[in-house]
């Protein structure tokens, strides 16, 4: 049996696709991109609003990451914004210049992350940042 090259080419884009497709937030209530620049620990990053229309994860993904001595992680704190009381923690994470998951907050509000810690240096810089909730 001759396969051809055509049928491979076609064979690998789905493979691809499908990869790529199981990747992405399917199903996501929302997503933005932003940056981080000269952050030091307890920094806050921007809030947005959760529904809790679905069941999707809320997760930040960091891409281009460094400190001012060389990144190698950040610790993240997702955080419940509550009126005229103490932020709840939604847990902490550890980000090594990628994907990190809290998986479904299951609760309607505002959320937002804090930097907590930095594994090196006192400032951080991400070129990319992508938050999906």
Known sequence: ?????????????????????????????GTFDTYISN??????????????????????????????????HAGLMLRKAVDWQPDPSKGSRTNYCGWVDWNDPDDAGQY???????NSGSRLWVNKVTVGF
């Open 39 to 72: 952050w030091y620990v307890s920094n806050e990053s921007r809030h947005w609003t959760d529904r809790n229309s679905d069941g999707a994860w809320t997760g930040v993904y960091f891409e281009g990451c460094s400190t001012d001595a060389g990144f190698n």
């Open 112 to 118: 937002y992350f804090v930097l907590e810690s930095l």
């Open 1 to 29: 049996m001759k396969i051809s090259r055509q049928r491979v080419a076609g064979v690998m884009a789905g493979v691809t696709l499908l990869c790529t497709a199981g990747m992405s937030p399917a199903h996501a209530e």
